[in-house]
């Protein structure tokens, strides 16, 4: 019943920009943190954001290229993407944590190409 969605993915050139969007659906609470991960293929999930009580915290290889933002009455958080690199292509996961409770999104695929 409760779920995450993620949205935004697409195909976009080397030096680009992207905004991802995902929300949680079905409950009443408000996540109390909130994180964006990626994964390629053959490649382990990785950290890419997250905001943990205010706090933004990010992955060495995307400092000063991504931003997270979220809104908490919503349920909802961005991942503003910028100066895009080939090696930024995975699929995107949102992942909210209420509680002990941690809820991913199915994901979204970022294709950075030329």
């Keep these: 019943q409760v779920q995450m969605a993620e949205s935004g993915g697409g195909l976009v050139q080397p030096g680009g920009s992207l905004r991802l969007s995902c929300a949680l659906s079905g409950t009443r609470f ?4 909130v994180g964006w991960y990626r994964q390629a293929p053959g490649k382990q999930r990785e950290l890419v954001a997250s905001i943990i009580g205010g706090r933004r915290n990010y992955g060495d290889s995307v400092k000063g ?17 910028s100066n ?14 209420i509680g002990s409770e941690n809820y991913w999104g199915q994901g979204t695929q970022v294709t950075v190409s030329s």
């Design 30 to 33: 408000i996540m109390s943190a």
């Design 65 to 81: 290229r991504f931003t997270i933002s979220r809104d908490n009455a919503k349920n909802v958080a961005h991942l503003e993407m």
């Design 84 to 97: 895009l690199k080939p090696e930024d292509t995975a699929v995107y996961f949102c992942n909210g944590r």
